[in-house]
């Protein structure tokens, strides 16, 4: 049985916590969070212990992994804490906000010997994995073009780090690194970056546009905002062209991404000349496919292959480069 910690009680933190429902080998065991209303409340709805203190919870909890749920730049503070310990950690994405930063932290996660993965959910998430099946079968042929799009309303859940620049960075750190992750993982390493962005009261690039180029060949366009108007739902755009089919997957879920259970998503497949294939997908839990994919490394004492330590430093390369793009209007490349 996995005895599993939570640090952090925000709102992703309960996707996690529901994830852990669903696996038969795993039990919430702890959460720690300094918000000690917010902590007890979770702790009570979970039926776990409560920590004020993360520490505390790593020496006196009954824990073998932990979940990081923070804010972006607290996580190499507790990943460094949690190698410490010993504990194997799932870390919430970003990895971290700068790449310096996310060096020094997967080199301490060698030193410590822990399994490590971070929370790329996008790479488990019904739609893209048809999407990467469909690539990786040949049947899309070489891809003219893809545009990947993430889009929802300003967030005002109590987490105002994330519109901080430092701190969070907005829908460029948020939003945008899921859809360079996935399109790193769909088309390989990355060779250059081009941002077209907007920045808004917050001071952070919150609508961004970024043309991506891979060493493949492959070519891409992304976009991530945060500047919808209100009752714009929290909505995922997929399409790839290629010389044999074209692909286009749309979800829409409600205000936020927590709010999945009244979701929409489909994807069509178009072929020359057969008929269209549309199919409404299953939903399935990314959280929990994310989490059982992670306790099976854990259990086989490896590093993560889905999810590798050297596409985390890279993805975050590209989030720099394309930060770095949009303040000063290059093309920057990455294998300079």
């Keep these: ?44 709805e979970y039926g776990c212990a409560y920590f004020q203190d993360a520490e505390e919870m790593l020496k006196h909890a009954d824990v073998e992994v932990v979940i990081i749920a923070l804010p972006t730049f607290l996580h190499g503070k507790y990943v460094e804490l949690c190698a410490r310990y010993g504990k194997h950690v799932l870390c919430e994405k970003p990895v971290e906000m700068t790449v310096e930063a996310t060096e020094r ?26 999407i990467k099946e469909l690539y990786e079968s040949g049947e899309l042929g070489q891809v003219h073009m893809a545009f990947a799009s993430r889009c929802s309303t300003l967030p005002d859940w109590g987490n105002e780090w994330l519109l901080h620049p430092e701190k969070g960075a907005g829908a460029i750190c948020d939003m945008h690194v899921h859809d360079v992750d996935f399109l790193r993982d769909l088309f390989g390493e990355i060779d250059s970056v081009y941002c077209l962005a ?35 739902p929290f909505t995922m755009f997929f399409k790839a062209a290629g010389t044999k089919g074209t692909v286009e997957f749309t979800y829409k879920a409600g205000y936020n991404i927590g709010e999945r259970d009244a979701s929409t998503s489909e994807l069509r497949l178009y072929r020359q000349n057969r008929q269209p294939v549309i199919r409404k997908l299953e939903q399935h839990d990314p959280y929990a496919r994310q989490l059982q994919y992670f306790l099976s490394c854990v259990e086989a004492g490896e590093q993560p292959a889905r999810v590798p330590h050297h596409e985390n430093l890279e993805v975050i390369k590209a989030i720099a480069a394309i930060r770095e793009s949009a303040d000063t209007g290059k093309i920057l490349s990455l294998t300079s």
């Design 198 to 232: 907007s920045k808004d009261h917050t001071g952070c690039w919150n609508h961004a546009m970024s043309s991506i180029s891979f060493k493949s060949g492959e070519k891409a366009v992304a976009e991530a905002a945060f500047t919808m108007s209100d009752g714009y």
């Design 1 to 44: 049985m996995h005895k599993i910690g939570i640090i952090g009680a925000g709102l992703i933190s309960r996707s996690h916590a529901e994830s852990i429902r669903t696996q038969n080998g795993a039990v919430l065991t702890a959460v720690a969070d300094i918000r000690e209303e917010v902590g007890q409340r979770f702790a009570e």
């Design 105 to 130: 932290m997967l080199e301490q996660v060698k030193d410590a010997g822990i399994i490590f993965m971070v929370g790329q959910v996008v790479r488990f998430w019904s739609g893209y994995t048809e």
